[in-house]
């Protein structure tokens, strides 16, 4: 009996013992073999072990980089609960597990991670001569829950920094006897946008099903990965998805994907951080896509409120100046942040991707795919061209683009285009490409309501004469079958009015005044058919040199044959009670405003009950401009000859500037001295506005001109014995107007008292 008691007391305190310093020893234990079993320093703040009920509680995790005091895990609380009682039959199983506050660094270098040591050691063969059980392991884990996870992931090149935080991992069970695993994961993106992912996937086939949503991620930390191929200081947006995925993890060009994903309010920029492109939404809905079945098919692909700048400069275009070849020679690209040999696709995700779709596209040469709607909506586009040394620019606003649906067994894929061009051209285009052979196509264009002044810099440049007025409708209708191109087009030009001839080293040697007039019917309008055709394949066959030659014989044949035009254009003229144009920076009466104004004073005269309504309208920018480049070049003049006495106002007499071009590759190196502006996209007026004080000091100057164009009108209706109440002056309000607006003008219009 005594014995007895001896043995259960011993049983007793063995397990007291047990029970006391378990815990303490396995501190220990961790502490003291972690670097020797996995090469890394475990550092524990407590842990606390109770046998009885088979529970763990673990504070203050921490594992070291290898051969570094810096953190690659840290785990705040860890909480797991052992089934004693079947772990004597062998089966080991773990109720629950639950980690709080879990921080992981992931450390990418080339084709090095800063835990590959860790795999190695895990992944290691057994070198022990123990012959290995045949029995089965059987396992089985509970729920298992993380919170407050953070994932920080680093690569050294590029240098991107991606961060996940706040997340949520929950895995129901695992257990050896099933193949199949549910995770659920939530996170935080670099402390803005957010994702969830639900997957399923089988441990025993590899298959996976996977249901993504992510919410206005920024693509913002993923900018470094365009740094070898865009000269640009930014692109980025938002991305948002909902989508489907099926696949196996073995044969990745092969899934099925279905749901929606979206990159909002996009922004493209120069090197200079201006805006090139960019956009409010594009959405890509996708119905059903199964690379294995060859299946692509979409929903809805829409493009909200995009926006493009184009510029054509001397030095090409800035579209494809944004584009950058990698330099190959580069020891970035042979030796990535110190790892020899790495190519730019193993850190570089876009690059991967690309090289996906490639594998994807080689093994198929035959597709099912369709597409039931693609838009563009809203869009705006800006075409500068500074190629003729004129500030030419063309907005495209209100920019629609619409396909009907199509799939792979249609013939044609059509698009209705339509736009708004510089506020008042009405753009209205059908366009229908060959479903096989996109190089085949069949456009209809239509444009109404065009003001010719618009294009003054090329007509300037090529036919050294401006056009003061026009309004243009233009119809073409063009086919290209097999690169043969068939094009009839109509031009129609109400209302043309010629300027003076300038000097001009580009411009045809074309009397246009002449040829225009000639070429004007009775009603002052030219109606042109301009046919065209040509081959594509002709690599020296440009359409649109095509087009100027044909319009440049038009002139030349309207100048030696005038006699028939001429007998189509008899008529009467009422221009002069029109309007009373100026001409830039005007402001006295001179003989054409004389003649206006002695017609519009007659007929107050010879009807007395009339009155004079006259509305004057501007193009603000126009003016200042020629007020910049005005005063910068008198101002250029007089530092040039050290006489300022001839100066009127910082200005010199019209009559002296016609000696000098702002043209002056002198003056241009003046200019750039004084405003330390070099950039070819710059334009001259914009550096001689730098010049002059800005944009406000020309604004005043542009109000005082036109005062006194005011009162220099009713000065000269008064002395011509109008009285003053037979009219008004006043300032057209309308902003639209005043921007298409060419030369500064006064709209006459009659009425009674």
Not at 167 to 185: S, T
Not at 236 to 249: D, I, P, T, Y
Not at 325 to 348: C, F, H, I, K, Y
Request: net charge negative; hydrophobic share 40%.
């Amino acid at each position: 009996m005594s014995s007895l008691i001896a043995f259960t007391g011993f049983i007793l305190v063995f397990l007291i013992f047990i029970f006391l310093f378990i815990s303490p020893i396995a501190h220990w234990a961790i502490e003291k073999y972690a670097p020797e079993y996995i090469g890394r320093t475990v550092l524990l703040r407590d842990i606390h072990i109770n046998p009885l009920t088979g529970s763990m509680h673990i504070e203050g995790l921490t594992m070291k980089e290898q051969n570094s005091d810096q953190v690659f895990i840290y785990v705040g609380q860890t909480h797991l609960k052992l089934n004693i009682p079947k772990l004597f039959t062998g089966f080991y199983q773990i109720d629950s597990v639950f980690i709080d506050s879990l921080d992981v660094q992931i450390v990418q270098d080339g084709y090095v991670f800063n835990f590959d040591d860790l795999m190695m050691t895990l992944l290691a063969e057994d070198s022990s001569n123990v012959e290995p059980s045949s029995d089965t392991l059987k396992y089985a884990v509970g729920k298992t829950s993380l919170q407050q996870v953070k994932l920080v992931y680093l690569n050294k090149y590029p240098e991107v920094r991606l961060e996940l935080s706040n997340g949520k991992i929950l895995i129901p069970e695992i257990a050896w006897n099933k193949n199949a695993i549910h995770i659920e994961a939530h996170s935080i993106v670099n402390n803005a946008g957010s994702f969830e992912a639900a997957m399923d996937y089988n441990m025993a086939s590899f298959d996976y099903h996977l249901v993504l949503q992510a919410n206005e991620v920024s693509t913002k930390p993923l900018f470094p990965y365009f740094g070898d191929y865009l000269n640009s200081t930014k692109a980025e947006g938002f991305f948002s998805a909902k989508m489907q995925l099926r696949g196996n993890v073995d044969q990745p060009t092969l899934f099925a994907l279905k749901g929606k994903m979206q990159l909002d309010g996009f922004e493209l920029t120069d090197a200079y951080d201006d805006k090139q492109l960019g956009w409010k939404q594009f959405s890509i809905e996708i119905d059903s896509i199964n690379t294995a079945g060859n299946l692509y098919r979409f929903d809805n692909i829409v493009l909200s409120d995009p926006y493009l700048l184009f510029t054509l400069t001397p030095n090409g275009d800035n579209l494809s100046g944004l584009m950058r070849v990698p330099d190959t020679t580069s020891a970035q690209l042979q030796t990535m942040a110190g790892t020899e040999g790495t190519p730019a696709g193993v850190v570089n995700p876009f690059i991967m991707f690309a090289e996906l779709v490639g594998e994807i596209a080689e093994q198929y040469s035959k597709n099912e795919y369709g597409l039931n709607r693609f838009a563009i909506e809203n869009g705006t586009i800006v075409y500068n061209d500074f190629l003729t040394n004129e500030k030419f620019s063309v907005l495209f606003e209100n920019f629609n683009a619409q396909s009907a649906s199509f799939n792979d067994s249609s013939k044609v894929v059509k698009f209705d285009i339509s736009t708004l061009m510089n506020r008042y051209g009405n753009v209205n285009a059908k366009l229908a490409v060959d479903n096989n052979n996109y190089k085949d196509f069949d456009l209809k264009l239509n444009i109404n309501s065009l003001t010719m002044s618009i294009f003054n810099p090329y007509t300037k440049y090529y036919v050294a004469h401006p056009f003061w007025r026009g309004d243009i409708s233009f119809t073409n209708t063009t086919s290209v079958k097999d690169g043969a191109l068939k094009s009839n087009n109509r031009l129609i030009v109400k209302q043309i009015k010629v300027g003076d001839k300038i000097k001009s080293d580009s411009a045809f040697n074309i009397p246009v005044k002449l040829a225009v007039a000639i070429l004007r019917d009775r009603k002052g309008n030219i109606d042109l058919e301009i046919p065209i055709e040509g081959s594509l394949k002709d690599p020296d066959y440009k359409w649109g040199k095509a087009a100027l030659k044909i319009l440049k014989n038009l002139l030349i044949k309207a100048v030696a044959a005038p006699f028939d035009l001429l007998a189509r254009a008899i008529g009467g003229n009422p221009e002069d009670l029109k309007m009373i144009t100026f001409d830039p920076l005007q402001d006295s009466i001179s003989q054409p405003q004389r003649q206006n104004l002695d017609a519009m004073s007659k007929v107050l005269t010879e009807k007395p009950e009339m009155t004079l309504k006259l509305v004057f309208r501007y193009n603000p920018g126009l003016e200042r401009d020629e007020m910049a480049v005005r005063k910068a070049l008198s101002q250029w003049i007089i530092e040039k000859t050290n006489n300022s006495s001839l100066s009127v106002d910082g200005s010199l007499p019209a009559d002296s500037l016609r000696l000098y071009s702002p043209n002056d590759s002198l003056f241009g190196q003046w200019l750039i001295s004084k405003t330390k502006l070099t950039s070819p996209a710059i334009s001259l007026q914009d550096k001689c506005l730098k010049v002059i004080g800005g944009k406000e000091a020309a604004d005043a100057m542009v109000n005082e001109l036109n005062k006194r164009r005011d009162l220099a009108v009713r000065d000269y209706l008064l002395k011509a014995g109008v009285a003053e109440d037979r009219f008004t002056l006043q300032s057209n309000p309308d902003e639209h107007i005043n921007l298409n607006t060419p030369l500064p003008t006064y709209d006459a219009s009659f009425d009674v008292k």
